[in-house]
Every structure is written in C-alpha cells, then in structure tokens.
C-alpha cells in the first residue's frame, strides 16, 4: 500500500477558468478551435471529450479571456450546473462556466477525473450565489483531496475504475440496440 496525503487541488495542477467570446460578432465562431460548454457535457456520457456543439475562431479566442486547455486537461464545470467532468482529448477551451485542471507531475488525469467526480457533492455544497451556485477558482483551488501520493498508484486505481466504466457503457450500447 502506498501513503496518502491530503492537500488542495491547486497542488495536483493549474485551475483554468473559461470564457465567451461576444455572441454578437459572427467573426468569432465557426471556426476550428473546439470550444466545451456545460450544455455540452450534459448529455455526454464518455470520460474524453474532443469537440463540443459549438467551434470559435482564432479570432474569437483572442477576444477574451478564454485558454486553450492542453490534451488531459480535466474539464470541471462549476456553474449551471455544477459538477460535469470530462477529459480534454485534444486541445480545446471552454466557456465562463469552466474551471479546469491542468494537472501536473503529481496526479494522473484519469484518476483527477474520477476524484472530482467523487468530491462533486462536496464541491457543490461550496457553491455560492443567489441566481445560481457557482465555484470560483479561488474555492476550487482550496478543495482538499486525498490521493496517493505515487502517481503510479494513482493510475492503478483510474485503470480499474477506467475498465468498469468501459464495460458499463459497452453494455448500454448492447441494451440499446437489442431495444432498437
């Protein structure tokens, strides 16, 4: 067995915030870059996600405060609502309503994956707002995780919690088209 710690998010890598590009300028969408929303992963039910409904242009990028998140980033949705994960695939960025984990040497995506969506109850309950909850980054950064300290440990455990979900989704196909 390995030791594990407890320590915040911040230390298992750099929380990202998202962010739209004026819907009033055409300029900006339709273009290549893959831009995720929460209404993206609503229905999602994949761990790795590599486009949403929706493109920006380069133009559109540069336009605000939106980041491209790099290949394993884990994609945290922290409003409306809170709580979606998924894997960034590839490069892609996401709107305001994102606040991603681009995870250093000390975590495994895959395990960070399954460990946000452990703790979503919990970081839901640190929502704030009157409209709707939403995460910041500064208490997204301040949650506190237990994880094994060993990375390799840490994709152990991902690679078995990986392979469940694998079978559990191989079988809805399966009912899905026995009822088709």
């Known amino acids: 067995m390995t030791e594990w710690i407890e320590c915040t998010l911040d ?13 009033k300028c055409e300029d900006y969408y339709g273009g290549s870059i893959p831009w995720i929303t929460p209404k993206d992963l609503s229905s999602f039910k994949g761990r790795y996600i590599t486009s949403g ?40 960025c996401t709107n305001q309503g994102f606040k991603s984990i ?39 950064r301040a949650v506190k995780v237990r994880i094994p300290l060993d990375v390799s440990y840490q994709k152990r455990i991902a690679a078995v919690l990986d392979s469940l979900d694998t079978k559990i989704e191989n079988n809805e196909r399966i009912n899905d088209n026995l009822a088709a």
Not at 11 to 23: D, Q
Not at 70 to 91: C, E, H, M, N, W
Not at 105 to 130: H, Q, R, W
């Open 11 to 23: 230390k298992l890598g750099e929380i990202v915030g998202g962010a739209t590009p004026s819907t």
């Open 53 to 92: 409904e929706r493109n920006i242009t380069e133009k559109g990028l540069a336009s605000c405060s939106a980041q491209m998140m790099p290949k394993d980033a884990v994609l945290f949705t922290s409003r409306a609502p809170i709580g979606y994960v998924a894997i960034a695939s590839q490069s892609v």
């Open 102 to 140: 681009v995870v250093n040497e000390k975590a495994d995506p895959l395990f960070v994956y399954y460990l946000l969506k452990y703790n979503k109850d919990a970081i839901e309950a640190m929502g704030s707002g009157t409209t709707f909850k939403e995460v910041s980054g500064k208490t997204m």
